[in-house]
């Protein structure tokens, strides 16, 4: 069965600092990967995603996250983190079908990002 | 493109009691899941609605119905209301060619 698990439920940064944050997963094949933001009682908004080549992958308000297959992995990062970035981040893994992202999604427990000023 | 549309977005139900919940999905996508998000965790995967038919589910009781019209849209049914069924419950579509769900605001269901 396939499993998310984000070892940090909480982090502390200050603002301008680097972010780093970690994502393993556990799954049959090559999944689907996915890095979502989640400000308090909204919806999930989508920050990028990871499907096949360039195991480096860039998504919106400056995150990227690597790929690595050895250590089944994903982790977010960020090197300069603003005020507007606290909220909970959640990793995702679905299935690699056949080039489609149907099937559900799993998600992690989410990590809850704090900025200081 | 107004995305992806959940209504209502909040809610008082009592125990034992029915409640349905509707979803929009973006203009495009022809697939529709349901989620539960439970208070400080992430999201549970509950159904997922194609071609009006249910595709795929997740490990709920069968408590938790739904159904997806000809265009599109769905619903999500939950019967004999829990206090434990208490939750956000989002809405996430998607198509052939979307990598990636796109997810609503959410209905937050509260049990009393």
């Known amino acids: 069965a396939q499993s998310v698990t984000q070892p940090d439920i909480h982090i502390t940064v200050s603002e301008g600092a680097s972010l780093e944050l970690r994502c393993n997963y556990s799954y049959g094949a090559t999944p689907y990967l996915f890095w979502y933001v989640q400000s308090p009682g909204q919806g999930l908004q989508l920050l990028l995603k990871y499907f096949s080549g360039d195991t480096l992958v860039q998504g919106i308000k400056g995150f990227e996250a690597e790929f690595k297959r050895s250590q089944s992995s994903f982790n977010l990062r960020k090197p300069s983190v603003h005020w507007s970035d606290a909220a909970e981040y959640f990793c995702a893994v679905g299935p690699n079908a056949g080039g489609t992202s149907y099937g559900k999604l799993t998600f992690g427990q989410g990590t809850i990002l704090t900025v200081h000023p | 493109d107004a995305g992806v549309t959940q209504s209502p977005t909040h809610l008082i139900k009592t125990r034992g009691q029915q409640v349905t919940l509707r979803c929009s999905p973006k203009?495009?996508?022809?697939?529709v899941s349901w989620y539960q998000q439970a208070l400080g965790q992430g999201p549970q995967f509950i159904f997922q609605y194609y071609e009006e038919e249910e595709r795929q589910r997740g490990n709920f009781p069968d408590r938790f119905s739904g159904h997806q019209f000809p265009n599109y849209s769905s619903e999500l049914n939950v019967n004999a209301l829990l206090l434990g069924d208490s939750a956000l419950y989002l809405c996430?579509?998607?198509?052939?060619?979307?990598?990636?769900?796109?997810f609503g605001q959410g209905t937050r269901l509260t049990v009393v």
């Open positions: 203009s495009g996508h022809d697939t």
């Open positions: 996430a579509s998607s198509d052939a060619g979307v990598r990636g769900a796109f």
